[in-house]
């Protein structure tokens, strides 16, 4: 399924989207989709509504250096364990929405990345069985990064934690296989980043379960997976697209601050 949140006449809901190209529909959602899809019966042509960011997590985990060739393009060793950082919910933003560059950095890079959603009933102390079931699906993410400001900084908090830092989206898609996905970004069209999760590191329900250990992870928690290797820098009018093969493409333009 491919579920998504949406702004339609009504106001805001979750949605289950159906079919593809100009027919696809956005079918509301009676509550939140977690525990059973139950649909109301109201329906819109998907061109007639606005994609938001599919959930609004109360924590977002990242896995950083989770791609060798990534770990050694920035000079860094493979950690023996997931290497954990933190992004503020305010750092979330949906499709279409603005990255917005901080004046006090001149090097804002973008990271491409498959993005784990929680569902219930969370993960605490899980194994990696139960932490696979504690997947509810995945989705697109950007890892936007000050990476001249995490250079300068011991912490990654200040580099990755500015508002709109964290693109998600377009939609969770719930029966991916992340074994093997093209994990991709585009800066105006031009490739910039190209792997695949079969390389990373650390799977999916490794990570879930390493995590759980440290904090509860939430229904509707994300946790980002880490990034291929081929980050770079990118401008105030460029737009940066990151796509996952099996999910879908988020583009997202970048503003320069005032």
């Not at 809901?13 to 525990?35: K, M, Q, R, V």
């Not at 069985?129 to 908090?157: H, K, W």
């Not at 500015?162 to 719930?174: A, K, N, R, V, Y």
């Not at 390389?199 to 440290?214: C, E, G, H, N």
Request: glycine residues 10%; proline residues 7%.
């Amino acid at each position: 399924m491919r579920i998504a949140r949406i702004a339609h006449p009504n106001g805001m809901s979750f949605a289950l989207l159906e079919g593809e190209g100009p027919g696809a529909t956005a079918a509301e959602i009676d509550g939140h989709p977690f525990a059973q899809v139950a649909l109301t019966g109201q329906r819109w042509a998907l061109e007639d509504v606005r994609l938001l960011a599919p959930i609004l997590p109360s924590k977002v985990v990242c896995v950083g250096r989770n791609y060798a060739e990534h770990a050694a393009e920035l000079g860094n060793e493979v950690p023996k364990e997931p290497l954990l950082f933190l992004k503020p919910s305010t750092s979330v933003i949906g499709p279409g929405e603005a990255i917005r560059l901080p004046a006090i950095s001149d090097q804002v890079e973008h990271e491409a990345e498959l993005a784990i959603v929680i569902g219930l009933p969370g993960a605490r102390n899980a194994d990696k069985v139960a932490a696979a079931t504690a997947i509810y699906g995945y989705t697109c993410a950007n890892d936007v990064t000050a990476r001249d400001l995490q250079q300068q900084d011991v912490q990654f908090t200040r580099a990755k934690g500015f508002d709109s830092f964290c693109p998600l989206g377009p939609w969770i898609e719930t029966d991916l296989d992340p074994v093997d996905a093209e994990v991709r970004c585009e800066v105006n069209g031009e490739v910039r980043q190209l792997g695949s999760t079969k390389d990373m590191i650390f799977d999916p329900a490794t990570l879930v379960s390493y995590i759980s250990q440290v904090m509860t992870l939430m229904p509707g928690d994300v946790v980002l997976t880490g990034t291929p290797a081929g980050v770079g820098s990118f401008q105030g009018g460029e737009t940066v697209s990151v796509s996952v093969a099996g999910i879908g493409t988020l583009s997202n333009k970048a503003v320069s601050s005032e």
